[in-house]
C-alpha cells in the first residue's frame, strides 16, 4: 500500500476569504428580484411593513388542486360578500374587494373609536384555460372558496414502434 504523503497548500489557498460587502449586496438584490417576481404576491411580513406603511393589506391565500379543480382559499376576516369581485383577466384569477371596519368602545370616563378601511387584489395567474361560467366561487364564514375546473390531461395513444 502506498503511503500518502501531505502536500502543503498553496499560499492563495491559505488565505482566510474576508467578507465582501458587495456581494452580499448582489446576493440581497437577487434574492430581492427573485421574491417579488413570485406569481402569488409573497412578502414576508418585515418587508410588509418596510413597503407598505400606508396599512395595504394583502389576504392569506392556500392554492392546491384537489379532485380535478385548482382549488383557491382565501381568509377575509371582516369582509362582506357584496365588497368582493372575482373575474378573470388575460388568463389570471382576481379577488378585489373592500375592508371597512369600525370599532367603537364607550365607557364612563371613556372613548375610543377605529376605522380601518382599504382595497386590497389578488392575481393569481391559472397556468391553463378555462372559461369565466366555469368557475365555482362560495364565501362562508369569513373565507372565500374558488374552484376552477382543470382540463383533463390527454395522454398520448399508444402507438406500436416497427423494429428494424
Known amino acids: 500500500m502506498a503511503e500518502k ?3 502543503p497548500a498553496k499560499p492563495e489557498e491559505r488565505r482566510v476569504r474576508r467578507w465582501d460587502l458587495f456581494e452580499g449586496l448582489n446576493d ?3 434574492e430581492m428580484a427573485r ?28 392554492v392546491f388542486e384537489r379532485d ?3 382549488i383557491v382559499k382565501a381568509e377575509l376576516p371582516g369582509i362582506k360578500k357584496e365588497d368582493l369581485e372575482i373575474h378573470l383577466d388575460r388568463g389570471d384569477l382576481v ?22 378601511y382599504g382595497i386590497f387584489q389578488r392575481r393569481l395567474p391559472i397556468p391553463f384555460e378555462v372559461k369565466p361560467d ?9 373565507v372565500l372558496e374558488v374552484r376552477v375546473p382543470k382540463p383533463p ?9 416497427q423494429v428494424a
Open 5 to 7: 504523503t501531505s502536500v
Open 28 to 30: 440581497l438584490q437577487t
Open 35 to 62: 421574491m417579488w417576481s413570485q406569481p402569488w404576491g409573497f412578502r414576508p411580513p418585515a418587508l410588509r411593513r418596510l413597503f407598505e406603511p400606508d396599512g395595504t393589506w394583502a389576504p392569506s391565500m392556500d
Open 68 to 70: 380535478g379543480y385548482l
Open 95 to 116: 379577488i378585489r374587494g373592500e375592508r371597512k371596519a369600525e370599532k367603537e368602545v364607550k365607557e364612563e370616563n371613556y372613548y375610543r373609536m377605529e376605522r380601518s
Open 134 to 142: 366555469q368557475i365555482e366561487a362560495t364565501f362562508t364564514d369569513g
Open 153 to 161: 390531461e390527454v395522454q398520448p395513444k399508444s402507438q406500436k414502434i
